[in-house]
């Protein structure tokens, strides 16, 4: 393989991963790392957690020092997008005027914050966090004395707020459904950290829309609802979700599905020559039988090693169960799983005490668990679901049973 060359495209966890992943399984050709942020790739989660409360920095989030790329011989191109994919050559066409011919290609372009198309959406002060930049242009706005107004109750919003919160700013949320974390969480959940949040001071708009901006000297000062009310602000976070960066998939003529299709090998279904991988891929989970499109860091961690492992001819790995996380004051939550068909949430554990668990079930097996500071019942929730193994409920729902003999 040594004459061959991998290109990537999206130096995000996806991409950086799976560069790394090719040379520590034994890739020897060259591999090229496209990336159009200025910066080696980097984790998000902190970007709303402790980036924006002055905890980490560029280098804390750094997947990589810098000097590794050039140390393990692969090529990292940063500022530079890639604007065009033939796959009939089998080249992409670069930002700098340069084209590069690939054998294998992984597209990890990642997803990016979707915008509101109303009135005043261009004014200063109403921003988005999906980057580093934006992070840092966030973190300015931010503090004591300012006010800010973020734009939907989902994980993101959330954990912009409690941010918020500990830098001093006055903080109201504006959410569309009747509930925070409609779209994602259960209603108990929602109720959850619903009071959390107001016992730390946020404001909850909820059954809202958001139809405008208002502003002054170019300057974002208010949001508009469709009640009319108008909520003064110094800056506006908007935190609606995410929309895969799939559109040089599709223009080449790659299958998306509000992202790439792909198999259980990162493949495109439709070029072998093309992985995708991360947030832009709609993957196959075979423990729901169903294709989804996944934004977590586990998930893109997976995939890599899918792409990387296929590409250098090893047995594909072991198949995950999905999960991520979100961090909000002192409250962990940790989510195994997609509470796919539920008919059943189990509580295991009082809310009242901050330490809880909700096991969604279908029939007797597990479909996913929601754990608030409850790390066992997150671990063996994830064996429980990858296993499909079938749960007695009455012990389930007795914290005094252990985790361990539940799910013997
Ligand atoms: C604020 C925030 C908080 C989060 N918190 C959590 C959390 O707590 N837990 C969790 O599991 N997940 C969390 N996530 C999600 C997680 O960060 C993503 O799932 C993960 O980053 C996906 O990795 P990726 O490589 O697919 O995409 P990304 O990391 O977005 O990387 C894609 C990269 O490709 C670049 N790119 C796109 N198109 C091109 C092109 N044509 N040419 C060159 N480059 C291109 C993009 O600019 C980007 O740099 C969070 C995300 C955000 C934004």
Partial sequence: ???????????????????????????????????????????????????????????????????????????????????????????VALSDGASLVYDHLILATGARAIALPIEGKDLAGILFLRTAADAEALKAQVGPGKTLVVVGGGYIGLEVAASGRALGAAVTVVEREARLLARVACEQLSDFFQARHEAEGVGFVLGATVTGFEGADGRVSGVRLDDGRLLACDAVVVGVGAAPNDELAKSAGLECARGVVVDLDARSVTDPAVFAIGDVACRP?????????????????????????????????????????????????????????????????DPASGRFALFHLQGDRVQAVEAINSPPEFMMGKTLILNRTPVDKAKLANPSISMKEVAA
């Fill in 1 to 91: 393989m040594s004459g061959s060359r991998v290109v990537i495209v999206g130096a995000g966890h996806a991409g950086g991963t799976a560069a790394a992943l090719l040379r520590q399984y034994g890739y020897e050709g060259a591999i090229t790392l496209i990336g159009d942020e200025p910066i080696p790739p980097y984790q998000r989660p902190p970007l709303s957690k402790a980036w924006l409360k002055g905890e980490a920095d560029a280098d804390s989030l750094a997947l990589k020092p810098i000097e590794f790329y050039a140390e393990a011989g692969i090529d990292f191109r940063p500022s530079v997008t890639v604007t065009a994919l033939d796959r009939g050559a089998k080249t």
């Fill in 285 to 349: 989970m075979p423990i729901y039988d169903r294709m989804f499109r996944m934004e977590s860091v586990p998930n893109a961690l997976e995939q890599a090693k899918q792409a990387a492992s296929a590409i250098t001819g090893r047995p594909r790995p072991a198949g995950e169960c999905p999960w991520q996380w979100s961090d909000q004051y002192d409250v962990k939550l940790q989510i195994a799983g997609y509470a796919f068909e539920v008919d059943q949430i189990i509580t295991r554990g």
